[in-house]
């Protein structure tokens, strides 16, 4: 168990490809509750595959050891185990995550928060997915007190975390695919390799060309519950794209339907006609992040903070019992010049 098995995989990116003149070199396995796939067009002739395997699956199982929530003897279950309100030490590659985190918290007004789990956990969302119907309005309230980004405190030398509310609980699930993402694409770019498609769990990093020498053709769900269709097609040969739905996790109860999203300011899942949104981004954990954030916000909201943010997004909107969508001002400019 651990932290990729509540993820926001509303939608997921696909990639397409057609018939290969060059043999790729494809990497994949199961990791930490989910899969990972990796895809090197045009590798170097003199490339050691199992090695770097080995350092793939390294980086892998380091984040999993850092930051899972299933895991007793994780550095994060570590600090949400604890109820001190002293400052605790942390590695710097934790304390990375978390200011970014941290980061994208202040800038979306909180729409985005990781420490909304226990929130989550009481609608049902989390691992044991006990999902019956919507809890009483006092677990809500009483929950809401407890959680809130503002309660955890950071120091960067040495790097440290501290508690202001001692039963405050991080969950970095909603960020921490993408920031795998991005150390595995590092890794690659360590040993010559610049040419890759990068996915786990649902999250994707594309740099330079694909086998066919092109730039990488990802498709867009539309956000359909029952059936799988594409939206749209977008080219990129340098970005990572994240999108963040409500459309396929959600429960129903008495004819009212209910989200995965949860929105911290309310403690209730979102409720808006925001059916998904997209983010293009240079760093996945930052798309990530960015894209639940916005999915919080909803259609308004979101896209004036990704305006303000210069954020490259793309809004999938419901509207007359079909989809429209809105586009960031940046967001073609980005797709043109990425």
């Given amino acids: 168990m651990n932290i990729f098995l509540w993820l926001n995989v509303a939608c997921v990116t696909l990639l397409l490809s057609a018939c290969q003149p060059t043999q790729p070199l494809v990497l994949s396995g199961p990791t930490m509750g989910t899969t990972y796939h990796i895809t090197i067009a045009q590798p170097p002739a003199n490339l050691d595959q199992a090695a770097l395997q080995k350092d793939i699956e390294a980086i892998l199982q380091r984040i999993d050891f ?7 003897d994780s550095v994060l279950s570590k600090f949400n185990n604890s109820h001190s309100t002293q400052w605790q030490t942390i590695p710097a590659d934790l304390f990375e995550i978390i200011h970014t985190a941290k980061t994208i918290s202040a800038k979306s007004n909180g729409a985005f928060d990781i420490t909304v789990g226990p929130l989550v956990n009481l609608w049902g969302f989390g691992a044991a997915q ?7 309005e006092h677990l809500i309230q009483n929950l809401k007190k407890r959680i809130g ?4 405190l950071l120091q960067n030398n040495p790097p440290a975390l501290r508690k202001i509310e001692p039963t405050l609980y991080l969950d970095l699930s909603g960020i ?9 694409a590092a890794h690659l ?3 010559q390799i610049h040419n890759y498609m990068v996915e786990v769990g649902g999250e994707l990093r594309v740099a330079g060309r694909n086998p066919q ?3 990488w053709q990802i498709a867009i769900e539309k956000p359909l519950a029952l059936t799988r269709e594409i939206e ?3 080219a990129v040969t340098r970005t990572a794209v994240n999108t963040s739905g409500d459309y396929r ?3 129903e109860y008495e004819s009212r339907r209910y989200s995965h999203t949860i929105d911290p300011a309310t403690g209730y899942p979102i409720n808006h006609n925001l059916a998904s949104v997209t983010v293009l981004h240079e760093s996945c954990t930052w798309a990530d992040g960015w894209a639940t954030a916005l999915m919080v916000l909803g259609p308004k909201a979101g896209l004036a903070v990704a305006e303000q943010e210069k954020l490259a997004a793309l809004f999938i909107i419901k509207q007359d019992g079909g989809f429209i969508e809105q586009r960031s001002s940046t967001y073609n400019h980005y797709l043109a010049t990425h």
């Fill in 66 to 72: 850092l930051m899972s929530t299933y895991r007793q």
């Fill in 176 to 184: 921490a695919s993408g920031y795998a993402v991005d150390k595995i």
């Fill in 149 to 152: 980004y503002q309660k955890l």
């Fill in 249 to 251: 996790t959600y429960f």
């Fill in 213 to 215: 020498q092109q730039a």
């Fill in 130 to 136: 006990t999902i019956v119907k919507p809890p009483a």
């Fill in 232 to 234: 749209t097609i977008i």
């Fill in 189 to 191: 770019e360590t040993v």
